[in-house]
Nanobody, 121 residues
Framework: QVQLVESGGGLVQPGGSLRLSCAAS????????MGWYRQAPGKQRELVSI???????NYADSVKGRFTISRDNAKNTVDLQMNSLKPEDTAVYYC???????????????WGQGTLVTVSS
């Protein structure tokens, strides 16, 4: 069994910064693409940013220039540095791995439990 656990959410004022972290656990051989998604109240879950195992990144237009994704393949972690936060960034943020391979099987579309980010004065 594999698991993703997020941390780092909380309340921040507009213009502030937060750093989200996600750690994968289990007998992991390889994690392919990792990323962050978010779901605001009353809205569908949307992509925030992804990073491949080779380090290629992609960002939603709404966060380009403000958010930075990074991963550590040795530690099986992915972080999201969020700067210049806006009230519209308020959402539950979910960590995702599209494929996690162990020595026995491949798990697809693995999700964390989510962490709440609230941007408000």
């Amino acid at each position: 069994q594999v698991q993703l656990v997020e941390s780092g959410g909380g309340l921040v004022q507009p213009g502030g910064s937060l750093r989200l972290s996600c750690a994968a656990s289990g007998s992991i051989f390889r994690i392919f693409t990792m990323g962050w998604y978010r779901q605001a109240p009353g809205k569908q879950r949307e992509l925030v940013s992804i990073v491949t195992s080779s380090g290629s990144t992609n960002y939603a237009d709404s966060v380009k220039g403000r958010f930075t994704i990074s991963r550590d393949n040795a530690k099986n972690t992915v972080d999201l540095q969020m700067n210049s936060l806006k009230p519209e960034d308020t959402a539950v943020y979910y960590c995702n791995a599209d494929r996690i391979s162990t020595g026995y099987r491949t798990y697809r579309e693995v999700w964390g439990q989510g962490t709440l980010v609230t941007v408000s004065s």
